[in-house]
């Protein structure tokens, strides 16, 4: 029961469930196209919640499945690359909602790897003494997509999912590789926010729309990412949880670090590219249909990888 605190997890995503077919409507594109380079075929977009509301709604779920009190909680940090506000942030917002007025709050900024990152800062709190905290990765990516540009608004959805993690006599960490290349940052940017003041001349002609160059990122996701789980991936390793950008990229992962496919869950089918979010979504729907059991002691390695660069690993058990 005690490891089962210690990892417990929940999601939310808006309900509105946008298909390939309804994009192929919307723009030049088909179901096709979608579903055989990425193996997505539908995400959830928000219609009138933020980051925060998504976020929110996965605290209180994990207070209400762990019957703890929000004041017992010591600390929030939430993972994301695209909060309600520069300042206050999302981790404040849902303190808020939620009272848990013991605890600090902090995003964390690391795109796609934000959930591994903040996981790796929170267990350091743990490590240290903290005693109760919440990690939660939420994205609404769709009010940062350029809508009109079919090369990136077919990948991405909105969701929040998230765990609680307790101090517990028994390890569950075991290992860690964290790394970051901002020489390569111009790969994958968004949320540029422009300079109004009447100073200031703006001279960036970087976007607010999410910009990527899709080669780049498939590149990165093999080369660099590859490398780095292979310093992490330990034989006995039951499952892998890579975030969940592209089924294709997942699929020559395995290959080249010679892990059997089945090894490595997959949701982004139905869930599309969430970005901070995508990790957590995929530990608890594994949790909830069986593949993953808390307590069971299952080797698990987590991956995140995306905009910074920003990639990194960790190893730990249920
Ligand atoms: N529907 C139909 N056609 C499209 C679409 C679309 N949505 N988007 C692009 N195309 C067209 C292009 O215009 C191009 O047409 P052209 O040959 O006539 O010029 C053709 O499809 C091929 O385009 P490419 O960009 O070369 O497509 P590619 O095979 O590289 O696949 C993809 C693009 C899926 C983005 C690929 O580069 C990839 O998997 N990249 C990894 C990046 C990724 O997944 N990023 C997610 C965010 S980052 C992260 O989470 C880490």
New binding site residues.
Partial sequence: KAEEKALLKARYVPENKVSNQLLSTM????DE??SS??GIRARNIVTDENTSDLCTKVAEKLLKKSAKKASDLDFIIVATMTPDYGTPSVACLVQGNISATKAFAFDISA??SGFVYALSVAEKLIRTGKKLGMVIGGETLSKVIDWDD??T????GDGAAGILLEASDEQHFFNEKLQADGQRAKS?TSGYVKNQSPFYKETSDSSGYLQ?N??D??DF?LKDVTKNLSDIVEDDVDYLLL?Q??K??IEKISKKINVPREKFLTNMEQNG?T?AASIPLLLDESVENGVLKLGSNQKIVLTG???GLTWGSILLTL
């Fill in positions: 723009m030049d594109t088909s196209w979608i380079r990425t795109a796609c079919r090369t608004a077919v990948l991405f994958l990527m899709g080669r990122i498939y996701s975030h950008a592209n294709r990229i590219n970005s990888y995306g905009g």
